[in-house]
């Protein structure tokens, strides 16, 4: 199957710093990236969709100037958490869809901010 | 807008026992993709099966099988022989064609007593 590979995977931060992930779809293309983010024990909210040349669309209640995300490549999708602080601390995991409609997701970055 | 409802929470059973989880879900689209991931305790979310709105017919992949019935909007999931290492976090989602943002559940956590 496709594999999208997400880096760093674990990542600490010091307060008031930022954060670069990347999302890289490995064997496919994709035009468009989702960026999930997850808290413990709960399910993955999406916080915006990454579309390549282009701006991301954001859902309601999801910090743009916080959470930039760059799709500069077919193949990458990044997302990086400016000004971290410690409740921006969570699992942030990306997603891409192959030319067969299945949609994989990456390894998942976790995020702590002390 | 689609919904998605795993009304179990948490289930545990024994090794070799099989087990169904539930997926219940809304979408007004009337051609859609279902989903199952399952997420280990790493964090990553492994890409289980992709089934199409158009397509009952159910599906077996080893120990895995899955019941779409389209009238009643459910898409279970059923683990024989179940084994230690099934034991996760299984996510149920609806998207619809063309469009890749998952819609997620609580999930079920599935625990496999050894």
């Known amino acids: 199957g496709a594999v999208v590979s997400q880096h760093p995977s674990r990542v600490i931060c010091k307060s008031g710093t930022s954060v670069k992930i990347e999302c890289r779809s490995l064997?496919?293309?994709?035009?468009?990236m989702f960026w999930y983010r997850q808290f413990p024990k709960q399910s993955l909210m999406l916080m915006a969709t990454?579309?390549?040349?282009?701006?991301?669309?954001?859902e309601q209640g999801v910090e743009k100037d916080k959470f930039l995300i760059n799709h500069a490549s077919l193949t990458l999708s990044t997302l990086t958490v400016t000004s971290a602080h410690p409740e921006d601390s969570s699992f942030y995991i990306c997603?891409?869809?192959?030319?067969?409609?299945?949609?994989?997701f990456g390894e998942g970055s976790w995020l702590t901010v002390v | 807008a689609q919904k998605v409802t795993q009304a179990q929470t948490e289930i545990s059973v024994v090794e070799k026992e099989d087990v169904t989880l539930d997926c219940v879900y809304e979408?007004?689209?009337?051609?859609?993709?279902l989903f199952w991931y399952k997420q280990p305790p790493s964090g990553e979310l492994v890409f289980l099966i992709r089934?199409?709105?158009?397509?009952?017919q159910n599906e077996i992949s080893g120990r895995y099988s899955w019941n779409f019935q389209k009238s009643t909007s459910s898409f279970n999931f059923t683990i024989t022989a179940s084994q230690v290492v099934d034991s996760a976090v299984y996510f149920c989602?609806?998207?619809?064609?063309?469009?890749?943002?998952?819609?997620f559940g609580t999930g079920t956590r599935l625990t496999i007593i050894p």
């Open positions: 997603s891409a869809r192959d030319n067969a409609n299945t949609i994989y």
């Open positions: 064997d496919f293309q994709a035009t468009t």
């Open positions: 990454s579309n390549e040349g282009s701006k991301a669309t954001y």
């Open positions: 979408t007004r689209d009337t051609t859609y993709y």
């Open positions: 089934r199409n709105s158009f397509d009952e």
């Open positions: 989602a609806p998207t619809n064609f063309g469009n890749e943002k998952l819609t």
